[in-house]
């Protein structure tokens, strides 16, 4: 059965902190993507890499980075996080081609106080 | 760019009743189409997706949808729901490097 695993369901942090959210897929997906989904507007891609080492800026990719060492291990970083990053962050996978289905993790609830 | 409309925020359809999800994109080229459910405090899952031939795409939970080229629409269907289906849909589309635009999503509400 295909996995996408996130670090944490929840999590609270301070203005100002340096947040990380990790994820990893078992699949072997070559592609690998964060968004961040917020009512009424959807989900919205904040980065996502076709390779290791390689990345590319999605819609809403200001206040954030992004690493990808290893092929299964694709990390968010918020560098100082701020209250409107309060939201849920959703990782996806999957294997090359536009047609490949986007495989989903459980989410990551973030508050930022 | 490609975009994604979905018209309707939310639905209540009563168990039993059918139901219909609009969906609207555009989208410049031959679309990549998607159609994922979210439960509560869920991810994501894929229902069904269409990329080519025929234009009815038959899903799992019995969803199925049917792309119209015409009306640029990519609409769900299932004849008789379920409580279970309460859920949150998200319609989506590809461009040509991989990455999915969603539409707002639609909830829908189930009552007995």
């Known amino acids: 059965d295909v996995k996408v695993t996130q670090s944490s369901r929840y999590l609270v942090k301070r203005t100002g902190e340096k947040v990380f959210l990790e994820c990893v897929q078992d699949m072997d997906h070559e592609n690998m993507f964060w968004y961040r989904q917020d009512p009424g507007l959807g989900l919205r891609l904040i980065y996502f890499s076709y390779d290791v080492k390689m990345k590319e800026k999605g819609d809403i990719p200001e206040g954030y980075s992004v690493s990808r060492e290893k092929k299964e291990r694709f990390s968010l970083i918020l560098e100082s996080a701020s209250t409107n990053q309060t939201s849920m962050y959703l990782c996806a996978s999957s294997g090359g081609g536009q047609q490949e289905t986007q495989y989903f993790g459980p989410g990551t609830r973030l508050l930022v106080l | 760019a490609q975009s994604v409309t979905q018209p309707d925020i939310h639905i209540t359809v009563s168990e039993g009743a059918s139901l219909e999800l609009r969906c609207n994109y555009s989208?410049?080229?031959?679309?990549?189409l998607f159609w994922y459910v979210q439960s509560p405090g869920q991810g994501l899952q894929l229902l069904l997706k269409?990329?080519?031939?025929?234009?009815l795409v038959q899903g799992i939970k019995g969803f199925e949808a049917e792309f119209k080229r015409s009306q640029s629409s990519f609409n769900l269907r299932k004849p008789s729901v379920h409580w279970s289906d309460a859920a949150e849909y998200f319609c989506a589309v590809a461009a040509n490097d991989y990455k999915l635009s969603f539409g707002a999503g639609t909830t829908v509400t189930v009552r007995a």
């Open positions: 269409y990329f080519s031939g025929d234009t």
């Open positions: 989208y410049g080229a031959t679309p990549y």
